[in-house]
């Protein structure tokens, strides 16, 4: 089963390190290169591997390759990524931890903005998957994804919002499932620059990693490149200069609502990745100008929550839905704007 994650860890270097370098046989025969991975790595999918090579992780002879290229004798072929190896112990850390719903096999856990999700390059300490280990003991693990024992999904550093754990093998199968077949409910709200020309909609378009910025990613609208990305969107409240939208997720690639909103013209509030920290609309004046940075300082990040998560229970077989509060920042600068526009 592929664990499905929603959005990987912010902020990772644009370096890549190796994590596996293999010089083909001088007696190997043409074999697709996705194929003979998967014959050479452990607790690694075919589907991982494909993965990989779409996003330019693995090569053949120092140049990327497709997971239908033929590899030949004495080839050299290198897989890397955005983070050093390491070893998959998580060190147990006393981090509290806002817990909405728990009971036998499941957690709903409403994310902070600023928590990454699990270890990773640069952010080894101080993640949710730490809190957990010392709050939680025998977590299961999603084969080939050890080190991050609960997780089915995960958020941005900085995107709050709710996240199911899984408690138990039953539990962690089941949820991943419903991920990978794209039938649980999440909804977002974001705070986009501008209003939307349409009050709702969907944009389907694919995303994939910038072919120029490896650390970010874009939209692919001829379909040449990335992967199927679906969003439904719909207007909740217009301020004039920002509006509030709600992003109901059909599919969860990595960034998709920052790279779809900005793909729109309407990029995040104060998303520094995809231009939102600078003016999209209104005057250049200084007054103006003010008053943006003052509610960028107030919400130093993008403003998106996760605000929603339904699926079926694992357990029961029936569907649940939870529901989270904005958090104080991304409240605190709508109603700045509210107070703009009215007296303005």
Not at 176 to 184: C, G, L, N, T
Not at 226 to 242: D, E, M, N, P, S
Not at 309 to 338: A, N
């Amino acid at each position: 089963m592929k664990n499905v994650y929603e959005e990987p860890a912010d902020d990772q270097d644009d370096e890549l390190f190796e994590h596996h370098r293999i010089v083909v046989d001088g007696k190997q025969g043409l074999v697709r290169v996705d194929k003979f991975l998967m014959d050479r790595l452990s607790n690694v999918t075919r589907t991982k591997i494909q993965e990989g090579i779409h996003n330019g992780f693995v090569q053949v002879n120092e140049k990327p390759v497709k997971p239908n290229h033929k590899i030949h004798p004495h080839d050299v072929i290198t897989v890397s990524f955005p983070e050093p190896p390491r070893d998959t112990d998580v060190v147990p850390e006393n981090i509290p931890l806002n817990i909405v719903f728990e009971d036998a096999h499941l957690l709903i856990i409403n994310k902070a903005a600023g928590m990454v999700v699990h270890p990773a390059y640069q952010n080894w300490t101080g993640t949710l998957v730490n809190a957990l280990a010392y709050h939680f003991q025998q977590l299961p693990q999603m084969e080939g994804n050890e080190g991050r024992p609960g997780l089915v999904h995960r958020i941005d550093k900085d995107t709050s919002g709710l996240l199911v754990i899984a408690k138990t093998e039953k539990a962690l199968t089941h949820l991943a499932k419903q991920f990978y077949d794209h039938s649980i409910e999440r909804t977002y709200w974001a705070l986009a620059w501008g209003e939307p020309e349409q009050e709702k909609g969907t944009i389907d378009v694919n995303v994939g990693r910038s072919l120029k910025d490896r650390r970010i990613t874009a939209a692919f609208p001829k379909a040449d490149n990335g992967r199927t990305a679906i969003t439904h969107y719909q207007v909740l409240k217009k301020f004039r200069y920002v509006t509030l939208v709600e992003c109901k997720l059909e599919t969860g690639r990595t960034h998709q609502i920052r790279a779809h909103m900005k793909y729109l013209g309407h990029p995040l509030f104060n998303d520094a990745t995809y231009g939102g920290n600078q003016i999209h609309k209104g005057t250049t004046f200084s007054k103006y100008r003010q008053f943006v940075d003052n509610c960028f300082k107030i919400m130093p990040r993008q403003a998106l929550h996760a605000k929603t998560l339904g699926f079926v229970h694992p357990e029961s077989k029936k569907f649940v839905q939870f529901d989270s509060d904005l958090p104080t920042d991304f409240r605190d600068v709508m109603d700045k704007w509210e107070h703009y526009v009215k007296y303005n």
